[in-house]
DNA sequence: GTCGTGACTAGCC
DNA sequence: CGGCTAGCCACGA
């Protein structure tokens, strides 16, 4: 029994290193496509630990957004998968957004 | 059962 | 382009 918190974590483990994602599509993969705020939270309050890689995922529009530990770290995590970040903006946001099918 | 919170998004000025 | 408001969802107390 998953809660949409616990499906939010099991997709973010389904991103490959080198892919982001959004907040919108991780909503819409766990049933919610309007609950994109909770997918959030889900991250936000990550009872997984650093096993998921919450850093992979972004707002809608390719920024960084935020991150609990500092969105200074997010980015250097980023950076370290192989993308790239401009002011706070993924480069090639759209090439390097992942799909849940 | 109700209220408050949040790493969001889209629209409007 | 930048800032603000309103709307949406799930979870915890």
């Known amino acids: 029994m998953k ?8 997709l973010l ?6 892919k982001v994602t959004t907040y919108t599509a991780l909503a819409r ?3 919610s496509p309007k609950a994109y ?11 997984n630990s650093p ?3 919450c850093h ?6 390719g920024k960084i957004g935020g991150y609990a530990r500092g969105t ?6 980023l950076e370290g998968e192989g993308i790239k970040i401009s002011e ?5 946001f759209e090439k390097r957004l992942f799909s849940f099918e």
């Open 72 to 77: 200074k770290r997010k980015i250097e995590l």
């Open 29 to 31: 993969a766990a049933g």
């Open 13 to 18: 483990l389904q991103i490959p290193r080198g």
């Open 3 to 10: 809660s949409f918190n616990g499906k939010i974590l099991a």
């Open 56 to 61: 992979r995922v972004v707002s809608s529009n």
């Open 37 to 47: 705020r909770a997918a959030g939270n889900a991250c936000n309050k990550n009872p």
């Open 51 to 53: 096993q998921v890689p």
């Open 88 to 92: 706070g903006k993924v480069v090639d």
